[in-house]
């Protein structure tokens, strides 16, 4: 591990890589943001000059599957790119050292980078006693005092971001995200199951630049990524305004890539970056595979988002006229504005929380809801 003291350029210099190949990544970066190429050269001089900011990726309830994506992604290139652009001290899944030998490393950044470090968090928190212990302590002891002593919080995934599918009916472990299992921490969601790693390293890149989060939603996402409807941005959208639809499994509308709204697609419904960052370095995305939209970026999706194979109501006057906009607000109450040059995204009206869900015995599971933010 380089030491957090270098800084970016020196770092990166040392593993051979060059001024214009970090100027490539920077250019990704910012056409992730939304920010303009005017931005460029600023970005580079920022990202170059920072000194290394030290991350500590922590790990709950969860499949691994977060890290994995992050660590598996090779647009960008996590370990060319944003691997040399932190001092990255302790994940599980990467480290060698185990025990008490890890656990030291994690009190170490706790004590002496007090309020210098970022924190990530995968997987849900449980709040029952007794479940997903590690060294003699709680996940909740462990997430309050890395937290809650660090500059800022990434949740990544959609465990991390309010419960996921832990969180799901009945939530025997009484898991919660972090936002809601530590009030008052700074956080920010990078929703998904799993989260997009080219939109969490934007969102690293950004705050090597800025020395801040990106600007967020009213769930605490970063608007560059969870701004837009799927639908607006999706490659199916004209297929839907000429009414052709997909109506089974491997029909020739299915073969010919025709619209996914009648298998249950929840594109009208969900915000994401997904047909514009796409997955597996930019070659597809679930909707151009062939699947419809989960909504796996929304709010408590497992439960609220589901059956993922049946229709979302149907709404007349659906065309070309109509944006996804329109759509949206007739089904989740929801209108969202376009993204602005510097990706600084207004909601014109908050979507309100989902439904609580009841299970069919009686019993209610945990149904908290981030409040939206109050505008300034």
Known sequence: ???????????????????????????????????????????????????????????????????????????????????????????????????????????????????????????????????????????????????????????????????????AAPNPTGALGVQEALPGVKVMNMAGCPHNPANTAAALVHFLTFNDLPALDQYNRPLFAYGRIIHDQCERRAHYDAGRFVVDWGDEGHRKGWCLYKMGCKGPAATFNCPVVGWNDHTSWPIRAGHGCIGCASPRFWDHMSPFYDRIPSVPGFGVEVTAGEIGLGLVGATIAGVTAHGLIKMIKPAPPPPPVRETDGLTVNQEVQQPRKEN
């Not at 996590?78 to 050292?97: C, N, Q």
């Not at 890890?102 to 479940?131: C, Q």
């Open 1 to 167: 591990m380089l030491s957090p003291e270098l800084d970016v350029s020196s770092a990166l210099a040392r593993q051979g890589i060059t001024r214009r190949q970090l100027a490539k990544f920077c250019g990704a970066m910012l056409a992730t943001l939304a920010l303009p190429d005017r931005y460029l050269a600023q970005v580079v001089q920022a990202v170059g000059k920072a000194k290394k900011p030290v991350l500590v990726w922590l790990q709950f309830q969860d499949c691994t599957g977060c890290s994995e994506s992050m660590l598996r992604s090779s647009n960008p290139d996590v370990a060319e790119a944003v691997l040399d652009l932190l001092s990255w001290e302790y994940h599980e899944v990467i480290m060698p050292g185990a025990g008490k030998a890890a656990n030291s490393v994690l009190d170490r950044v706790v004590n002496e980078d007090k309020g210098k470090y970022l924190a990530v968090v995968e997987g849900a928190i449980p709040t029952g006693e007794g479940f997903c212990n590690i060294g003699g302590h709680s996940a909740m002891e462990i997430a309050d005092k890395v937290c809650r002593n660090a500059a800022a919080t990434i949740a990544v995934g959609a465990c991390a971001f309010d419960g996921g599918l832990v969180r």
